[in-house]
């Protein structure tokens, strides 16, 4: 009897080599899974940045990028907050240092609000910029065009192809 249930115990223990290869290239899952997520850079105890995500999803390999959705960035000068950023999706290279904001991104500051569908934000240069379609609004005036640089407080800017109305005072 032993020798029997030995048999089949071996029998039905077999690897079937496309189960195994189609496990093995599957997408790779994060090691982390966050809810509700935050995350605060600081620089010599100060607060430089503080993102805010619905969801973050972290990978053991880097060259996976992190992944966050409905995030919420404020970017802080001299302590105060200086810019918020809003975007349903970003991912970040931790390598690269290069976060990619994506889906209704709206870059404010005191005294503008811009708005577009990716931003990219280069935390070695300080940088923020798209290539993308872009709508600046103040109290004076709208502004669109199709390039966009800036600093991370978004007090310092430069537009591409620019075209709209400007209010030009003499």
């Known amino acids: 009897m032993r020798i029997v249930f030995l048999f089949f115990l071996f029998i039905s223990c ?6 195994i290869q189609d496990f093995a290239l599957m997408e790779e899952l994060p ?5 509700d ?3 605060i850079q600081t620089q010599q ?14 990978y053991r390999d880097l060259s996976y990028p992190l992944c966050l959705s409905d995030i919420i960035v404020t970017f802080y000068n001299n302590k105060q907050k ?21 889906g209704n991104v709206v870059l404010e500051n005191q005294k503008n609000k811009l708005e ?5 934000w280069d935390e070695r240069s300080q940088k923020i ?5 872009v709508k600046i609004t ?3 005036e709208t502004i669109f065009g199709e390039g966009f640089s800036s600093n991370a407080d978004f007090t310092e800017y430069t537009i591409s192809k620019i075209h709209g109305n400007l209010d030009i005072s003499f």
Request: hydrophobic share 40%; proline share 2%; no cysteine.
């Open 82 to 102: 200086s810019s918020v950023l809003v975007a349903r999706n970003a991912s970040i290279d931790e390598r690269k240092k290069i976060m990619t904001a994506s």
């Open 129 to 133: 910029y798209t290539n993308k379609q």
């Open 45 to 58: 105890g100060v607060v430089k940045l503080r993102i805010l995500a619905g969801s973050m999803n972290r």
């Open 14 to 19: 077999v690897n079937d080599p496309n189960v």
């Open 116 to 120: 577009t569908e990716e931003l990219i």
């Open 138 to 140: 103040n109290q004076e």
């Open 37 to 39: 997520a935050e995350l």
């Open 31 to 35: 090691i982390e899974s966050i809810k």
